[in-house]
């Protein structure tokens, strides 16, 4: 089940006129506020920006540390010559 969350932090948006047309118009289509549908559609896209970092942290650090060995093994090679 979500979670209610009351919305109290407030932020000016700026947009070109087209953008907010189709925000406008959006918004009377779903029966929301321009506000309240800008308010989800930035949340959206936070969460996803979030997420998307998040897995591409993981796979970086996956990555070094599969590759790390190898490294330190060719440094080694480096050293010896």
């Known amino acids: 089940m979500a979670v209610s969350q009351k919305r109290n932090k407030g932020f000016k948006l700026q947009m070109t006129e087209g953008t907010h047309a189709r925000l406008v118009a959006l918004s009377e289509a779903l029966g929301q506020s321009p506000a309240t549908v800008a308010s989800f559609a930035v949340s959206e896209y936070v969460a996803k920006q979030t997420a998307a970092g998040a897995v591409a942290e993981k796979a970086i650090t996956s ?7 190898a490294f330190a093994e060719q440094l080694k090679l480096m050293g010896a010559e």
Not at 63 to 69: I, K, L, Y
């Open 63 to 69: 990555m070094v540390e599969h590759m790390a060995p």
